[in-house]
């Protein structure tokens, strides 16, 4: 298939391939959205006395940020994960064209939602989000109940229609599974949490609904409920991504530390404790509400039994490593999935200590968590992904592999992303612990130096991710164009094919 072919297959997909590339491109749209409005809310909080007018602007970018990760990218990157899951266990997505007017459709409602400029945070808690009044408005732009109410109503179809994308991803899996065969751990991981999403993703959808109707039709909103309703969603969400991720883990680690995965077995019964269990403990995000002491406990109990999951994930992925003769860090691949799988680590240890009842509620609405809830994002999501995304590259055209020039810079980027944001999320874990809080743009001028620190190492950051990106798409559309920029030189027999096939042409 030419380039433009491929190109066009990408618009309209045809096969799997063109799904898993519609999605990570779309995918990688919403992450520099998210990105982009990071840096300017950063950008404010680099001054520690702005005026009354900053804050409309600082909070407008939160809420972009956060609509733009959670709603745009953490919903579509999974997709595309689960899709090139099924593309390497030699399944295939039936519905191609059902994935391709989900993935238009739900992209355009929710930039027609991000359109109105939200302003009252990702989480969308009442009363804040349906209130336009003198004293604050939900939407900078949608200020009329009709228009708020429109805004909710194209989320809830977003919402409505990413679940009918990953219910068609699993039904297409069991579609094209060959009977009695068992799924691949990689397949294995992306159906199961598909299977995660298309049950608590409906959750969001009837929140937003809920809103939509209290907008057109007058129904009240309980702000009790609609919280514990948010939640069944809200949790699960943050692993809607990880977990896809871990099976690709599995599925790479083994093959770059040259031998099977240590326990096969370990990997897939952990796959009913981490699925099971990111839906049952959810409450853990109301640790500061008035909660019965007994829910207390088990919130602290399942929370850690869900943490031992990932814990015998790390263990089973180390144990490869440290098992193995020699594991090809070089392949830049097989880097970005080693780097995944550390910064995980890193970023896990700082959540050790939040379940403790008596602990999260001095940490609960500090920068604590969100340094650590961004470095899991800026390293097992982030480079996660990329990981996968390079695999793509190499998978979509057959022979492929990447050059050592690009292999080497591709390396050199992903230690340039990853090491700055590892000293951006541990400064905002610290500023947290000496007590700044999160979501505020009006702060005391001693955190003022942290601040500064993080935003300075975040722009230092951000040209490696995208150095391993550009490379990685330069190198290879330099051996699809048949040009040797950074790709070696065809070899003397591939050669001698290229101007066997040009005289075939050339005499028709």
Known sequence: MKLLDKIKNIIIPKDTLGVVWLYTLGSVFWLAVAGIAAMNLRTYLTYPANSPSVGELYYSALTIHGWSGIFGFVQFAPAAIIAFAMYKSKLSVIHTKLMALYFWLGSIFLAIALAGSPDMGWYMYPPLAIESNSQFHAFLFYTTPALMGMAYLFLTLTFILQTASYITLIVDTYATKPPNEKLNIFAAYGVAFAIIIAITLPALAASTLWYTLHFFAGVPVNPLLWALLFWFYGHPVVYYVPFPLFGALYYYIPQFAGRPLYSEKWARWNIYLLSIGSMIIWVHHLQTWPLPIDLRIWVNLSTLILASGSGLTVLNLGLTILTSQKYNWKDPVGMGALIALVGFILAGVQALVLPENSINPIFH???????????????????????????????TFAGFNFSEHASKWMRIGMIWWTAPFLGVGYTMSVAGYLGLLRRMIAYPTFFQPFNFIESFLAEIGIPGLLITLSIGIFDTLAYASKQTVFSQPPSPSSLTLIKAEEEVKKNG
């Open 365 to 395: 609405n500090t920068y604590y968590v969100v340094g650590h809830f961004h470095l899991m994002i800026w390293t097992l999501i982030v480079m996660g992904f990329v990981t996968v995304f390079l695999d793509m590259l190499k998978t």
